[in-house]
């Protein structure tokens, strides 16, 4: 269509100026003809080549687009071929080590960490919580966390040992939990608050205990507090306790009845076998909120 749009144009300077100068026409109309000749052919010329480039263009663009989960589609990338392969890597991977390494281990989980994952971890270093930002956690079973941490300490006073690594959600709920109400009640019945908590398990991809059903520790959603250290360097240890040990046992007792509702899931001593000798905390999510501790 333009080709023709042209043609005409080029059609009504030659009429125009026929009628304006016959004498000077007559005189350079060779050269009119020719300039007209060359304007089709250029037109002609210029077609030509590009059609085939604009149809192809976006089919070959496209799948490459969508390879990268919308990600790169952010209207700044003209879809020049040569534009694009050495883009991810620059522009992205240069400002955030850690989202360019999701991208390649882990494309669903890629996307950037949402307002909410940010805010959390800002309160997290309100609170004083230690941690690293973790790589994502993916397993065929069907394990995950797309931003797990990998925390070290739950306040300035309050180290984690082993390192552990959880979700935001859970850092914060036990670092809270650790300064609201464990160390203070630690504080009240021994004497002095807490210095470490020793944990036997944050992430593990497995399923529960005898079920199918994964765990919350599959979802970097659960920790198992297995003892607490304080800072006169006694060790208080969760499991039944004698009856000698009646600091320890009101120390676990009213840690474990507080600890219901601040985490979902709340299970110790005496709920089965295989909470004996630790409590396991999580954030199950139940329907209304609902928790369950036992
Ligand atoms: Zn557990």
């Known amino acids: ?49 590009e059609l085939p480039a604009e149809m192809a263009a976006p089919d070959l663009l496209r799948p490459m687009a969508e390879e990268k989960a919308g990600k ?10 040569t534009a694009r392969p050495g883009e991810p890597e620059g522009g992205k991977a240069g400002e955030k080590p850690a989202d360019a390494g999701k991208e390649k281990t882990e494309p669903k989980t890629a996307a950037k ?3 909410e994952e940010i805010a959390c971890r800002k309160r997290l270093s309100d609170l004083g919580v230690e941690f690293t930002p973790h790589p994502p956690l993916a397993d065929a079973s069907g394990c995950s966390a797309p931003f797990p941490l990998t925390v070290t300490a739950l ?20 670092a809270r ?15 002095a ?22 765990s919350e520790h599959a979802f970097a959603n659960a920790l198992d507090w297995a003892s607490v250290e304080l800072a006169n ?5 969760i499991a039944r306790q004698p009856l000698s040990e009646q600091k320890n046992s009101k120390f676990q007792s009213r840690i474990r009845r507080a600890a219901c509702g601040p985490f979902k899931t ?29």
């Open 113 to 115: 960490p949402s307002d």
């Open 72 to 81: 790169l589609d952010d209207g700044a990338t003209p879809p020049t071929p």
């Open 177 to 191: 939990f650790m300064r609201d109400v464990a160390s203070p009640e630690a504080e009240n019945i021994f004497g």
């Open 233 to 237: 360097g006694e060790v208080i240890t």
């Open 1 to 49: 269509m333009p080709h023709r749009i042209a043609s005409r144009g080029a059609n009504a300077i030659l009429f125009v100026m026929t009628i304006r100068s016959r004498s000077a026409f007559a005189a350079f109309s060779p050269l009119f003809i020719v300039l007209g000749l060359l304007a089709e052919a250029s037109f002609a010329l210029a077609q030509s080549p």
């Open 266 to 294: 709340v299970l110790g001593p005496g709920s089965d076998a295989d909470h004996a000798d630790h409590f396991h905390f999580d954030l199950a999510q139940r329907r209304n909120g609902g928790t369950y501790c036992r």
């Open 155 to 174: 306040s300035e006073k309050v180290e984690i040992r082993p390192e552990a690594v959880m979700n935001c959600r859970m850092a914060e709920a036990t």
């Open 193 to 214: 608050p807490i210095v470490a908590l020793n944990h036997a398990s944050a992430y593990v991809c497995r399923s529960r205990n005898g079920q199918t059903k994964l």
